[in-house]
T-cell receptor
Framework: GAVVSQHPSWVICKSGTSVKIECRSL??????MFWYRQFPKQSLMLMAT?????????EQGVEKDKFLINHASLTLSTLTVTSAHPEDSSFYIC????????????FGPGTRLTVT | AQSVAQPEDQVNVAEGNPLTVKCTYS??????LFWYVQYPNRGLQFLLK??????LVKGSYGFEAEFNKSQTSFHLKKPSALVSDSALYFC?????????????FGAGTRLFVKA
């Protein structure tokens, strides 16, 4: 149980275009979803936290207009990287948690974004 | 502020030997502590957690962790390492200061198990 999927697993896009990454909780309702960015050989950097039906809470230094997060339902959250640039190339990971789990998170497999 | 520290970037162990991956924490109030594992090019997997109760917590894949309040530590252990345990391990603490939604991750420790 507690499976989270991400799509796509990898994507290459041209500079200036936008990319949407989907995160789905497959067998539970995720009250809270998180988006992380991970650089090579580094820890996870939390980008934003979102609760279903409300606006995402972004971490300091994360551009809201560049990284658009939508948590439309209890099983789906999307991250859209707008006007992508090469420095946005990274490994993006989503996670989800639900009430009753003492806040452990269940992670998606990640999406590797390469902006050329 | 809540934080976790993983003092070792890398741990090397021979297969069959016991392994320990260290973690210390700093929190206000009672800690909610977690261990996660990340295999190459994959997301993190939940291993185990300490919320309350017995200081020795058992988790997935034969791992366990010992909560030590006096030393503010939560070291991950396994009695006999497998080559397949080679991965990146993250200690984490729930950030109760922000209402408990966020989790703060340590820098990670890379475990190499040699056959």
């Amino acid at each position: 149980g507690a499976v989270v999927s991400q799509h796509p697993s990898w994507v290459i896009c041209k500079s200036g275009t936008s990319v949407k990454i989907e995160c789905r909780s497959l067998d539970f309702q995720a009250t809270t979803m998180f988006w992380y960015r991970q650089f090579p050989k580094q820890s996870l950097m939390l980008m934003a936290t979102s609760n279903e039906g409300s606006k995402a809470t972004y971490e300091q230094g994360v551009e809201k207009d560049k990284f658009l997060i939508n948590h439309a339902s209890l099983t789906l959250s999307t991250l859209t990287v707008t006007s992508a640039h090469p420095e946005d190339s990274s490994f993006y990971i989503c996670s989800a948690s639900y009430s009753g789990t003492s806040y452990e998170q269940y992670f998606g497999p990640g999406t590797r974004l390469t902006v050329t | 502020a809540q934080s976790v520290a993983q003092p070792e970037d890398q741990v090397n162990v021979a297969e069959g030997n016991p392994l320990t991956v260290k973690c210390t924490y700093s929190v206000s109030g009672n800690p909610y502590l977690f261990w996660y594992v990340q295999y190459p090019n994959r997301g993190l997997q939940f291993l185990l957690k300490y919320i309350t109760g017995d200081n020795l917590v058992k988790g997935s894949y034969g791992f366990e962790a010992e909560f030590n309040k006096s030393q503010t530590s939560f070291h991950l252990k396994k009695p006999s390492a497998l080559v397949s345990d080679s991965a990146l391990y993250f200690c984490a603490v729930r950030d109760i200061e922000t209402g408990g939604f966020k989790t703060i991750f340590g820098a990670g420790t890379r475990l190499f198990v040699k056959a």
